[in-house]
């Protein structure tokens, strides 16, 4: 069974930073792309960033340079760290795999960006 437990989530100001972790199990995880989603409230969740089994990361255009994706395939973990927040950063962050042709995701963790 594919379990997602992200984490790392908060409250902060803008211009600071938060790391965002996810756990995956279930899954050979070095032969899985990771992605990060997120979903603003009244708003459609939006791809942010994958990390390829293989090659160079893929970021969304408002967040490249600001975050980093990377995956530690010895821990299972996909990080996502974000740099230089902004207000409108603020969202239930996901993270998603794809696994025998399903789609699975996290729990989610909430990210808040404000004075």
């Known amino acids: 069974q594919v379990h997602l437990v992200e984490s790392g989530g908060g409250l902060v100001q803008p211009g600071g930073s938060l790391r965002l972790s996810c756990v995956a199990s279930?899954?050979?995880?070095?032969?899985?792309?990771m992605g990060w989603f997120r979903q603003a409230p009244g708003q459609q969740r939006e791809w942010v960033a994958t990390?390829?089994?293989?090659?160079?990361?893929l970021y969304e255009g408002s967040v490249k340079g600001r975050f980093t994706i990377s995956r530690n395939n010895a821990e299972n973990t996909v990080y996502l760290q974000m740099n230089s927040l902004k207000p409108e950063d603020t969202a239930v962050y996901y993270c998603?795999?794809?696994?025998?042709?399903?789609?699975?995701w996290g729990q989610g963790t909430q990210v808040t960006v404000s004075s």
């Open positions: 998603k795999t794809v696994a025998g042709g399903r789609d699975y």
């Open positions: 279930g899954i050979m995880f070095r032969d899985n792309n």
């Open positions: 990390m390829p089994r293989g090659g160079s990361a």
